[in-house]
């Protein structure tokens, strides 16, 4: 075989260049790498020791600025609650600034829409802590540090509860009422403590076995915590037609059983029972530690209240414990710590009043109504829930005040009321002046009936003529025109108590001041209430001498 020159040589000695130049490992073609992209990992690195200290000096020169950095960088302001967006309810609020370790406190500064309220802020443990009283709707916290805006927050407060109203019951043949009715601004409803569904429209059917249950409570949540609760009757309510019955006249077995045979004979179905009066006086012997302490019961011939109790159960009677709040003569004479005080010194009115703002005092009432309840009333109603009047209050002195309103005391205290009862099933009322329906408002005493209706199942404004003044409603002499006048008063109360769930059973007058009052009066009265659509009413004479001629004979 004749080797050709020209030919691709089979055996040949690798140049220096082929060995430094791969091969691709199926082709065998040779792979140029530059020389920039040559691996440099099998060269050898040799520093000196003057490099090897410049290095280690550029780290540690480099974690000191950064640790500085980072120290530097920690924000003033960590936390802020309520959070940006925030649906909150509470009164007060409670706004709460958590701040950076060692910030000192004299630079920070806190305003609520746009007031500077840091001198009222506590600082503790490093939070920043206000509770502050806000209204409803929109609210707007700064936090700023150095005149620095460091935190804010934009929040909603809503401290209004849902409506939740029962509008009828149906009772089946199989022991099941179905109660309906229907809530607004919820967004869950509970039956006990089980959720319940409701429609789009807010209506709801609810059904319960009355054999097995005789009330139930009904609970509506919106989406800010506020609740509503009720107590509903698993067979429907009486329409209440009833009269007040004086300690005296509860005390005296004859009569008290002449009030008795009177509901018999007639129309009425209620009777309203003191249990504690304007005197201070606690109608028979209470077991409540202040009414023992201050010894306010009757000293003889007490109300005998099982024996009441009895005597309403067996003739169908719906019994209705009055106990006056505010007005307590006797725990203000004995207990001076817990009265109203005059400016000049001494108890403001006579030593007459009781301070509304005293938390002692609110526990003195709802143990009483606890106690009422236990002993088988089937409703509590709470006069005197306001502040004094009659008198300069101008000179008075709460004790207790804390800074809150006369309204917001008030309604805080119907709260406290309604929670305390709540697991007793109870109902709860409570009576109103007349002309706080009216344009004169809450009158100075605190009276704000549309949020005091928010917590109450009945509300009894006392609508009696002869305290209108001349021209009230434009009528020249209210006293003398009891229909017209009632009927102004009711409609007023009406468009208050919208939406609350709160039903109108209002007081109408049967005895006589400057107009004498019978018959026609009365019945005058009673004509505006069905006019308006009110089935309910009571009257009311301090002496208990009640028209018979007013009212309608039992069927």
């Known amino acids: 075989m004749i080797y050709d020159r020209r030919r691709k040589r089979i055996f040949a000695r690798r140049s220096l260049a082929a060995r430094l130049v791969p091969r691709a490992k ?5 792979v140029y790498r530059p020389p920039a992209e040559r691996s440099v990992s099998s060269r050898r690195l040799r520093l000196t020791p003057r490099a090897l200290w410049g290095i280690a000096g550029l780290a ?30 509470g009164s007060p609020l409670t706004v709460r600034v958590e701040l950076k370790k060692g910030l000192p406190p004299d630079q920070v500064r806190l305003t609520v829409d746009g007031e500077d309220l840091t001198e009222r802020a506590a600082l503790g443990d490093g939070m920043l802590t ?12 700064e936090v700023t540090v150095k005149d620095k805006m460091e935190a804010y927050s934009n929040f909603v407060v809503d401290n209004t509860p849902p409506d939740l109203l029962v509008e009828g019951w149906d009772l089946r043949d199989d022991g099941i009422t ?5 809530v607004e601004g919820a967004s869950a409803l509970y039956l006990e403590d089980r959720k319940v569904r409701f429609a789009d429209d807010g209506t709801f059917n609810l059904e319960v076995n009355r054999n097995e249950l005789t009330s139930v409570r009904l609970s509506a949540v919106d989406a800010a915590g506020n609740r509503r609760e009720m107590v509903v009757d698993t067979a429907p309510p009486p329409q209440v037609k009833g009269v007040h019955v004086s300690i005296w006249v509860a005390a005296n ?19 309203q029972i003191d249990i504690k009066d304007e005197s201070g006086l606690v109608g028979y012997a209470s077991q409540v530690p202040l009414a023992e302490e201050v010894n306010s019961h009757l000293k003889k011939g007490g109300v005998d209240i099982e024996r009441v109790m009895d005597k309403c159960w067996y003739n169908d009677i719906y019994p209705i414990a009055r106990i006056v709040c505010f007005k307590d003569p006797i725990v203000a004479s ?22 509304p703002y005293n938390r002692e005092v609110w526990e003195y009432i709802l143990g ?12 509590i109603q709470l006069d005197y829930v306001r502040f004094p009047s009659d008198g300069d209050v101008t000179t008075c002195v709460f004790p207790a005040d804390d800074g809150r309103g006369k309204e917001e005391t008030l309604v805080e205290f119907l709260k406290y009321m309604r929670e305390g009862l709540k697991p007793l099933g109870v109902v709860l009322s409570a009576d109103v002046f007349g002309l706080t329906g009216s344009h004169q408002g809450t009158m100075g005493i605190g009276q704000d009936v549309t949020a005091m209706a928010r917590y109450l199942d009945y509300l009894s404004p006392m609508v009696y003529p002869s305290h209108y003044n001349p021209g009230e409603y434009q009528i020249k002499d209210p006293e003398s025109n009891p229909h017209d006048t009632v009927y102004m008063s009711l409609v007023d109360f009406q468009k208050k108590l919208e939406g609350t769930g709160c039903k109108l059973r209002p007081w109408l007058q049967d005895f006589s001041l400057r107009v004498t009052y019978g018959t026609s009066q009365v019945q005058a009265q009673m004509r505006a209430c069905y006019e308006l659509g009110i089935d309910e009413w009571l009257l009311w004479d301090p002496n208990c001498t009640y028209t018979e001629g007013a009212l309608q004979p039992a069927e």
């Open 368 to 379: 009483l109504a606890q106690e009422a309840a236990r002993k088988g009333f089937k409703e």
């Open 253 to 271: 077995l004859d009569l008290f059983r002449k009030m008795v045979d009177l509901a018999k004979r007639t129309e009425l179905n209620g009777l």
């Open 60 to 89: 540690v020169l480099l974690l000191l600025v950064l640790l500085l950095t980072v120290g530097r960088g920690k924000p003033a302001v960590r936390s802020l609650v309520p959070e940006k967006g925030a649906l909150v309810s």
């Open 178 to 182: 179905v109660i309906s009715g229907r």
């Open 130 to 141: 206000l509770e502050a009283g806000l209204p409803d709707g929109e609210h707007r916290v």
């Open 334 to 355: 004995k207990r001076k710590d817990l009265a109203v005080h005059a400016r000049g010194g001494g108890l403001w009115g006579n030593g007459q009043w009781l301070d």
């Open 26 to 30: 199926i082709t065998g073609k040779r």
